[in-house]
Structures are given as structure tokens and as C-alpha cells.
């Protein structure tokens, strides 16, 4: 069945250090694929996505490429901020109307 | 529009006792999803529903979880009896399109 892997956390970097959250999943047909970010205290928020291959979604400085050739859809930021701290889930849209989600990622900056 | 919204937004309560966790999805969107977030299991989808109808409910742990969605704007998950090992955060979602909107969770736990 759908399934997506990513990455285990938790990730520690410090402050404006490159980030790379890896992402890859396997999936019938051209599914759409999802990075979601939740904050402590909060419920999943959509961060970026992309619905078709080549696609590159991006959103408050982060970027992912919907690649299909590797079947991957990696998170990278350029500079991280203390504020980005949160765990990050990769997703994407299985049967029906369900997403699929990976186990998340943690991720701490260090200021 | 207020989002998804859930009550209670705290839960505690003793082992053995019944406890409803209430949802309303955002206005128009058709699918309505809970899940279940602890650190030993991550994100777990528990049930979903497309038009008040439940589509897939494997998730649910065990004939102790039960989930209703009477109408388009409300949805109860019901634990009875409630045990220590249900303490959770308990998040409801709903999606109208392709992007999932999640609730601020409910925090449950059972001593």
C-alpha cells in the first residue's frame, strides 16, 4: 500500500545552518505530496506542496521538489530560525480522500 | 471561518469512565478525519468520514472507541470504558478539497 518514510529526528541545528528533512514514499498512480509542521501545543498546519512531478512547493523560506524519479520529497530551508523548531510530517494523498502520513520529524534550533 | 473546532480542548478523567470528545468541521468541507498522537505510536488515523458516512475505521483500537457523524457540522468520538493507556492527543480534521485542516487537539488523560 501508500506509505511514506522519512527521516527519524530529532534534528538539532543552530541558527541559520542549511537544513535537508528527507522524504520518500511509495504510492500507486501520481499521488499529491504534502509537507505538514506542527508547533508545540498545536494541531498539523499545511507547509508547502506539490501536486505533480517536477512541482516545487514552497512556503515561508522553505522548498520541496516533487521528484519521481527517486520518489522523493525532500524539506531544505536555507537558514533556519529558532522559530522553525517543530516536528515535520511528509504526506501525501492516498485511496479515497485519506493522507497518509510519515512519523515526523523533530526538529530544535539552537539560537 | 473559525477553523476546526474541538471541545473539550483538556480531558482528564478516571479509568473506566465514559468520555466524548466533540468536533465541528470547517463549513462545506465533506471529509472529516480523527486521530489519535502519542510519542510511543506518533499520528494514528483513527476513522474518516466522506458525507456523514464512516469509509474506513481500522484504525479504531478496539470496540471500546466508537465515532458518530450525525450531520455535516458534528462529530463525537466516544471511548467507553476509558483506560490509562488511551491518554492521548486526540486531533480532529476536515478537508473540503486537497489540503487537510486540523483541529487544535483534545488532550485526554485517563488515571
Known amino acids: 500500500g501508500d506509505s511514506v518514510t522519512q527521516m527519524e529526528g530529532p534534528v538539532t541545528l543552530s541558527e541559520e545552518a542549511f537544513l535537508t528533512i528527507n522524504c520518500t514514499y511509495t504510492?500507486?498512480?501520481?499521488?499529491?505530496l504534502f509537507w505538514y509542521v506542527q508547533y508545540p501545543g498545536e494541531g498539523l498546519q499545511l507547509l508547502l506542496k506539490?501536486?505533480?512531478?517536477?512541482d516545487k512547493g514552497s512556503n515561508k523560506g522553505f522548498e520541496a521538489t516533487y521528484r519521481k524519479e527517486t520518489t522523493s520529497f525532500h524539506l531544505e530551508k536555507g537558514s533556519v530560525q529558532v522559530s522553525d523548531s517543530a516536528v515535520y510530517f511528509c504526506a501525501l494523498t492516498g485511496s479515497a480522500s485519506k493522507i497518509i502520513f510519515g512519523s515526523g520529524t523533530r526538529l530544535s534550533i539552537r539560537p | 471561518d473559525a477553523g476546526v473546532i474541538q471541545s473539550p480542548r483538556h480531558e482528564v478523567t478516571e479509568m473506566g469512565q465514559e468520555v466524548t470528545l466533540r468536533c465541528k468541521p470547517i463549513s462545506g468541507h465533506n471529509s472529516l478525519f480523527w486521530y489519535r498522537q502519542t510519542m510511543m505510536r506518533g499520528l494514528e488515523l483513527l476513522i474518516y468520514?466522506?458525507?456523514?458516512?464512516?469509509?474506513?475505521d481500522s484504525g479504531m483500537p478496539e470496540d471500546r472507541f466508537s465515532a458518530k457523524m450525525p450531520n455535516a457540522s458534528f462529530s463525537t468520538l466516544k471511548i467507553q470504558p476509558s483506560e490509562p493507556r488511551d491518554s492521548a492527543v486526540y486531533f480532529c480534521?476536515?478537508?473540503?478539497?486537497?489540503?487537510?485542516?486540523f483541529g487544535p487537539g483534545t488532550r485526554l488523560t485517563v488515571t
Open positions: 480534521a476536515s478537508r473540503g478539497g486537497w489540503e487537510q485542516y
Open positions: 504510492a500507486t498512480g501520481y499521488p499529491s
Open positions: 506539490a501536486t505533480k512531478a517536477d
Open positions: 468520514f466522506n458525507n456523514n458516512v464512516p469509509i474506513d
